[in-house]
């Protein structure tokens, strides 16, 4: 169970933005908060200050088997309330086992760790998945710990609070006693004034589910009298609530021996799923993750990405359906180079559709003939060794490895298997400077 995200819930309010914690120690109830992305930058310090990072933390706790025991004589689980503050807790009585019971309040102590990150809100595009000003998603660069754990978990809450609540919704008047006494009455939200209306106006104009009659024209005593009234599709659900709570299962494996520990990895992987963009929202299409990466000479690449046997079966895309592959294939050489940084020193055409001949002199990242056709057909440890040409049979994990980079240059690489008219097109470049430098 994760008690302590509803915990969190109400001593970290993110109402404002987005929350980021980790489960380093495949402990549930060691959730670490990484960041908080917010539209109001003046409660960055409240965040900061309000995280168990560096405050003292409790959870309630209830009896071993409690809610599988109430879920296996099939009782109502959207029924049970599980309390998030000490006074609440040690006030519950739950019946368990043929006895009335208190749930325990358990302390569990500050993670004894920097605060989160906390950083206003970057602006995106509506309905296009985040999307910023330079068409590229938003996102955020993680360091990733030291911990290592087979079964680690990243949690992302997405809070969202209108207007129309004062305060932000962190007002604490703001509460349950304002909702509706029936179905279809108004809330005691008042709505109208932050308007310049009059609280109990005429004009139907309340914070309630549905509005049918709201008065947006009157002509009566010019003429006519007729009044026009308006219906407003008008979700009071959708007001001050977690829109969104992802929990994400990963592995950190130990930094390799050989790996110096002051050297910094970059990880390339693939986000998206199978589909065309109808098919996968409010998921993505395919895309290397990041699909411009920039690192410098003596930096690692570490690429990897999972697949997987189980999309939609009549999602659009290459090979057999329901399936997630993905490859990586130099593109074919540019026939019209550009002028630029680095240009002089560029692989692979950005426009062109189609790879370039793998050979023993081909130069991806200075990478070996050998590891290039992994890239390319999955021929390493863990492939099937079938059919290759839409790569059906090769295994849904690839990786490849932190593979150092030695020379300076960009490379520019696609997925060919992924590259169906109905699909956006699947392509990265990755861009190694000299140590010290930036990338222009």
Same mark, same amino acid.
């Given at each position: 169970?994760?008690?302590? !995200? ?35 930058? +003046?409660?960055?310090?409240?965040? +900061? ?16 088997? *409690? ?34 019971? $208190? ?27 985040? /999307? ?8 955020? /660069?993680?360091?990733?710990? =030291? ?62 589910? /549905? ?17 026009? =009234? ?48 109808? %098919? ?21 690449? $570490? ?14 895309? %290459? ?27 560029? $692989? ?9 001949? !793998? ?21 390493? +440890?863990?492939?099937? *060794? ?20 030695? %020379? ?33």
């Amino acid at each position: 169970m994760f008690l302590d !995200i509803a915990m969190l819930a109400e001593h970290y309010d993110t109402r404002f933005g987005l929350l980021i914690s980790i489960s380093p120690n495949c402990n549930v109830y060691t959730l670490q908060d990484i960041v908080v992305f917010t539209n109001d930058p +003046k409660r960055c310090e409240w965040y +900061k200050a309000e995280s168990q990072n560096v405050k003292n933390k409790g959870y309630c706790k209830y009896p071993d088997n *409690y809610l599988q025991f109430k879920y296996e004589k099939d009782e109502n689980l959207n029924n049970i309330w599980l309390m998030n503050n000490r006074e609440a807790c040690e006030a519950q009585e739950i019946a368990h086992g043929g006895e009335l019971l $208190h749930p325990e309040w358990v302390e569990e102590g500050a993670w004894d760790m920097p605060p989160p990150d906390c950083l206003p809100s970057a602006w995106s595009r509506d309905n296009h998945h985040g /999307n910023t000003y330079d068409g590229f998603m938003n996102s955020y /660069n993680w360091t990733v710990p =030291d911990t290592a754990h087979d079964n680690c978990v990243l949690r992302l809450r997405y809070n969202i609070t209108s207007g129309e609540m004062s305060d932000g919704g962190f007002d604490p008047e703001i509460n349950a006693s304002l909702n509706a006494e029936e179905n279809n009455a108004p809330t005691g939200i008042d709505v109208a004034t932050i308007h310049g209306l009059e609280k109990d106006n005429d004009r139907g104009y309340q914070f309630r589910q /549905n509005p049918q009659n709201v008065k947006v024209f009157n002509i009566q005593g010019q003429g006519s009298n007729v009044a026009l =009234d308006l219906a407003l599709a008008l979700n009071t659900n959708q007001y001050g609530r977690t829109f969104e709570d992802r929990t994400h299962v990963f592995e950190i494996r130990e930094r390799p021996e050989s790996i110096p520990a002051d050297a910094k990895i970059h990880n390339l992987n693939v986000r998206g799923k199978r589909g065309n963009i109808v %098919q996968t929202y409010p998921g993505v299409e395919y895309d290397y993750q990041p699909n411009r990466l920039e690192a410098e000479v003596g930096d690692y690449v $570490h690429i990897q990405w999972t697949g997987a046997n189980s999309n939609p079966q009549n999602n659009a895309g %290459q090979g057999r359906a329901g399936t997630d592959r993905n490859n990586i294939a130099l593109l074919r050489e540019i026939t019209y180079p550009k002028e630029g940084a680095w240009e002089d020193e560029a $692989h692979g055409c950005f426009a062109c559709n189609y790879p370039g001949l !793998i050979s023993n002199t081909t130069n991806l990242l200075g990478l070996s003939w050998e590891e290039q056709m992994m890239l390319a057909y999955h021929t390493n +440890k863990g492939s099937f *060794y079938g059919d290759v040409e839409e790569l059906d049979d090769t295994a849904t994990y690839f990786d490849l490895g932190p593979k150092r980079m030695t %020379q300076a240059g960009i490379w520019r690489f696609m997925c060919t298997r992924n590259n169906n008219f109905t699909n956006r097109s699947q392509k990265g470049e990755i861009r190694v400077v000299p140590s010290g430098e930036t990338a222009a």
